[in-house]
């Protein structure tokens, strides 16, 4: 018998066509060339969910895809992986999402996105069945204003985790009606998960208002300066002709705390930002109520906490499509292991193992394990580097 699903991805998908160990482009008008190329589903439903299923975490998508070929694909490709479906929409008005992603020869890459269904996709898409009779029993209740206690959480027995990606890409449900939705997750006690991949602008009227209803947060170190505002200079190209700095070796810890602090500040519990190859940063709120409100099953964070830690070091070819989508899926299965416990869980090793996870689904040279032997082999794993952020 299959194990019900705790998790929840839902949001932006595509498929895939990356071009393997491409050049780097010069120009925009540059002829480029790449060794071989493959189509794969993508997207932050399916890469978080492929990193929850490496670790042996069951899952669930909602997601809206095309009635193409792609879509059909998409689809069978998460079957494949054991993933459930069963309330994956189709739109005949759109095709499904698709992707050219360059995967450049020093691991980097790039990307061109038709967004497709993507685009059409509203908030009940974004909903099951249980999650839509939990809510309205949720309303009924509220609305008859009944002095009796609230209706238990029986129609929502599994999810612990609603795991969102890519709300810029996600066009139709953003801003106010992004966090309605947030906050109607948020009242059935299940704990919001937002990833900000594709955030390219601070325009505050796509994500803002949700973030205070976010339990954890995960944005690369360029999203969370775009987002934030803070530090901009770090994203200007260096004009005298020397060698550009990459951005995650610009910043400093104080600096990237500054940023965590923005974020905490609009309500997020759980910060966590990535630097590429350099690793990872995670901070906790300072006020113990917000940890509280936003992660109610995961009492086993302590508040007003920062921590760096380095990456580990690669053992093969490194292909960095979904290193942030299974670095997250990484640390969301681990608070999953400490649900409901009231012993302690550093901010440490969470970050390692989201950074290890991230390391399985993106390094040739390393076989996928499960969570509990993953983390019981990381004083095994060599670090990158141990220099300090």
Not at 27 to 40: A, D, L
Not at 90 to 112: H, I, M
Not at 337 to 363: C, N, P, T
Request: aromatic share 6%; proline share 5%.
């Amino acid at each position: 018998m299959k194990e019900t699903p705790r998790v929840i991805c839902a949001g932006m998908h595509s498929v895939d066509l990356l071009l393997i160990n491409s050049d780097i482009p010069q120009t925009p008008e540059s002829v480029v060339f790449f060794e071989k190329y493959t189509h794969v589903p993508g997207g932050c439903v399916y890469n978080t969910a492929k990193g929850f299923i490496l670790l042996g975490v069951p899952v669930k998508v909602l997601t809206k895809v095309g009635n193409d070929e792609n879509g059909r694909f998409f689809i069978k490709e998460l079957e494949s992986l054991g993933i459930d479906t069963s309330d994956i929409k189709v739109d005949d008005s759109k095709s499904t999402c698709l992707s050219v992603l360059p995967v450049y020869y020093n691991g980097g890459r790039g990307a061109f996105s038709h967004l497709g269904t993507n685009t059409t996709i509203q908030v009940d898409d974004l909903l099951d069945d249980t999650l839509r009779r939990a809510l309205e029993n949720k309303n009924q209740w509220e609305g008859n204003n009944s002095s009796h206690p609230p209706p238990p959480r029986e129609d929502v027995p599994s999810y612990l985790i609603y795991h969102y990606g890519y709300p810029h890409m996600v066009t139709q449900v953003q801003g106010k009606v992004l966090a309605q939705h947030f906050q109607s997750i948020r009242s059935l006690g299940i704990t919001v998960a937002l990833d900000m991949n594709g955030a390219n602008s601070n325009d505050e009227s796509i994500v803002h208002a949700a973030l205070e209803y976010v339990g954890i947060f995960h944005v690369n170190i360029e999203e969370a300066i775009v987002l934030s505002g803070k530090h901009l200079q770090h994203l200007q190209r260096n004009s005298s002709g020397n060698p550009q700095l990459p951005l995650e070796e610009k910043v400093n810890f104080q600096q990237v705390k500054g940023i965590a602090d923005y974020f905490h500040q609009l309500g997020v519990a759980l910060v966590a930002i990535t630097l590429g190859p350099r690793g990872a940063f995670l901070s906790t709120h300072s006020n113990p109520s917000v940890i509280e409100k936003n992660i109610a099953c995961f009492p086993c964070l302590s508040p007003g906490k920062a921590v760096f830690r380095p990456n580990f070091q690669a053992k093969g070819t490194i292909n960095a499509v979904g290193a942030g989508d299974t670095f997250t899926a990484g640390i969301l299965a681990m608070l999953l292991r400490q649900a409901h416990s009231s012993s302690f869980l550093s901010l440490e090793l969470l970050a390692d193992v989201g950074l290890a996870a991230a390391m399985q689904r993106i390094d040739s040279g390393v076989e996928p394990k499960t969570l509990q032997k993953l983390v019981m082999q990381l004083d095994e794993m060599p670090r990158a580097s141990v220099q300090s952020l």
